[in-house]
T-cell receptor, first 113, second 116 residues
């Protein structure tokens, strides 16, 4: 079945450091790819998405590029802030199953000032 | 993200009791999803419903768990005879339509169930 694999955390960075969170996927079709963020005590919020190969999703300084050849969707940010501390989830959605999302296990990001 | 309302936010039950979790989707959304997040894990799909219909319940345990989304009122996730392993955060999400062009789900803040 479809699956998403994320790098294990927690990832601890100093403010203004460069962030990469790796995400790779396995899917039989052509999924849409997403990054969701969960701040402490809250539900998930969509951070960015890409619906086809080579698309780049971006939001709030975060970026991720849909790489079909490497089945990856790595999340990057050039300069993290303390307020970026959260859990980040990579996910995919297979069109034929409606809007069902398959999530990775999540990566905890801690940013220190 | 605002707009999907879940209640209660926190629920404590003793083993053997019933838990009922409610979810009101965003206005105009007729597709509802329930996900479960166990401690230290990602979200796992449980069930996908449209008004009065269960579309996909492949992630739902076969026993003790049920879900509904009536014509009027919120969606309900019901867990009978709860056990400690049911302790988790249960998230509801809604979407405007089925089939992905964006695949974007809007999540509620979750209901955290603790079974003593």
């Amino acid at each position: 079945g479809d699956s998403v694999t994320q790098m294990e955390g927690p990832v601890t960075l100093s403010e203004e450091a460069f962030l990469t969170i790796n995400c790779t996927y396995t899917a039989t079709g052509y999924p849409s790819l997403f990054w969701y963020v969960q701040y402490p005590g809250e539900g998930l919020q969509l951070l960015l998405k890409a619906t086809k190969a080579d698309d780049k999703g971006s939001n709030k300084g975060f970026e991720a590029t849909y790489r079909k050849e490497t089945t990856s969707f790595h999340l990057e940010k050039g300069s993290v802030q303390v307020s970026d501390s959260a859990v980040y989830f990579c996910a995919l959605s297979e069109r034929e199953y409606g809007n069902k999302l398959v999530f990775g296990a999540g990566t905890i990001l801690r940013v220190k000032s | 993200n605002a707009g999907v309302m879940q209640n209660p936010r926190h629920l404590v039950r003793r083993r053997g009791q019933e838990a009922r979790l409610r979810c009101s989707p965003m206005k105009g959304h007729s597709h509802v999803y329930w996900y479960r997040q166990l401690p230290e894990e990602g979200l796992k799909f449980m069930v996908y419903l449209q008004k009065e219909n269960i579309i996909d319940e492949s992630g739902m345990p076969k026993e003790r768990f049920s879900a509904e989304f009536p014509k009027e009122g919120p969606s309900i996730l019901r867990i009978q005879q709860v056990v400690r392993g049911d302790s988790a955060a249960y998230f509801c999400a809604s979407s405007l339509r089925q089939g992905v062009d964006t695949g974007e789900l809007f999540f509620g803040e979750g209901s955290r169930l603790t079974v003593l």
